[in-house]
């Protein structure tokens, strides 16, 4: 029993994390060419991705089914039901809440800060950073937003990972099949597990910026 | 000497509207330029576009005779320092802050320790450099946007009101602070202000910015004694300015009729020529009324080399600070200030009949 609780929770924080990594890669550049950028359709651009923020994880579930499905368009890579399946859909259901944030936490900075790193001679490449890094706080937030709304969601994971045990099985998963049987037990058990995780992980990000918070007082 | 930068004929649209409009301006190197003009007038405009920031749709930026649209972006722009009104520090050290533009640059670690902590002290700030950013006040913020353009050792020194934000006591020390370093550096400068007196203490030359258009450039007493025109006139504080005639002219003194009297002025301009008369305040001097004694023999004025003496009534007294402004109805308003001993003196109250005078080197006239 203990292994595989341990299994399934490693599992859950791989998976989980690895989506949460490629949402940042896509979307950081992405929020910030929103919030930055000046291009023809980009007011719409945006309001997609904040609608792309609610979107429900079943929906990612059912979209990653479809083309994955052995008939499906992709069905020949065989990813249907396997860890990297789950990791594509949460990484669909997380990359439009770290662009989203990402541009909202730009956008709130003062427009004339960008001025103001040009006249000092920053390049493109250093102005950008300059603005991540004075906007690192709600950044962080975003990345936690993003871990959040994966590490949590249930319907995608169980559509497209299809729940195997000791192959796709994640604590959220997991809690929805031994609720099933009726077994309550572990099913608190493996949610205490769950809110544990996603508390450690929480917790080290807002260490990580609260600790950026103190330290930016010192040269 | 060779010109820094030289502009000529230069537009600036945005939304489709001409916004800035500069026939010619050039700056010559260690010079300092002072532009000055109302809200709105398209100075920061025009610092945007001198900094490589703002295209331009028509006309030509030289800077040292070459063509700014033929010059690297980057590397023009690291050429050059730029003070915003607001210091816009970045949420990190003081130190950090200064450092910024050397980061950028690539300079060296000991290098930018080096003059960063030049510039800290130069500036008076050296006690604060571990200090955030965010915790300064908004003098000691400004000193720091100061020393964090200094370091750079910029070709070209853009100031955009900086310190209009300041309070009056902070604001004179930086102001003096900043005629030191500009005159101990010999950087070239332009200082963009709405404040006459600012212009006055740091512009070798003053450019005067109205409704988009450069109106004027001179030295400032060009520029504040003779106006172009009555808008320039009227924002460099002259507050009489009376529409009139030239109706006599002998050996660089004319006559003009305007506000219903023969006003005297000192200008080589022909009989019949169409005039703005133009009177700075602190140019009229107020005493008693000349009333006639009773033996009909009239009293002495102040002994005093002013050709036009006016008689009227006081309108009313308006204290500034230590000055008071005095508006006496001579048949026109004529603008007056005085400062409170002497309205004190004069026992000046509304409705008293006084007498005012000026010399006619003071008027001056714009032909219109």
Known sequence: MIPEILEVTSLSLQVSLLATVISLLVGLPLGTLLALGRFPGQRIALSLVNTGMALPPVVVGLLVSMLLWRSGPLGDLRLIYTPTAIVIAQTIIAAPVVTGLTAAALQQLDPRLRLQLMGLGASRHQMIWTLWKEARLPLLAALMAGFGSVISEVGASMMVGGNIRYQTRVLTTAIVLETGKGNFGPAVALSILLLALAFLVNAALTWIQQHGQQTKTHQ | MMSLFDIQNLGVQRGGQTVLSVPALSVKEGEVLAVIGPNGAGKST??????????????????????????????????????????????????????????????????????????????????????????????????????RAFVLEPELLLLDEPFSALDTPTRTHLLEDLQALLKETGLTAAFITHDLDEALLLGERVAVLIGGTLRQVGTPEQVFSSPTDGEVAAFVGVETILPGQVVKAEEGQVVVQAGGLRLEAVSTLAVGRNVLFCLRPEDVTIYPPEIPFADGQKPHPPASSARNRLQGRVQSLTPQGPLVRVVVNCGFPLMALITRTSARELQLAEGLPVSASFKASAAHLIPR
């Open chain 2, 46 to 147: 025009l610092l945007l576009t001198l900094a490589g920031l703002l295209p331009h749709s028509r006309g030509q930026i030289s800077f040292r005779g070459q063509p700014l649209a033929s010059l690297d972006d980057l590397a023009y722009r690291r050429r050059i320092g730029l003070v915003m009104q607001e210091p816009l520090l970045l949420d990190d050290s003081v130190f950090n802050n200064i450092a910024a533009g050397l980061r950028f640059r690539h300079v060296p670690r000991p290098e930018i320790t080096r003059r960063v902590e030049h510039w800290l002290a130069r500036l008076g700030v050296a006690h604060l450099h571990r200090r955030p950013a965010r915790k300064l006040s908004g003098g000691e913020a400004q000193r720091v946007s100061l020393a």
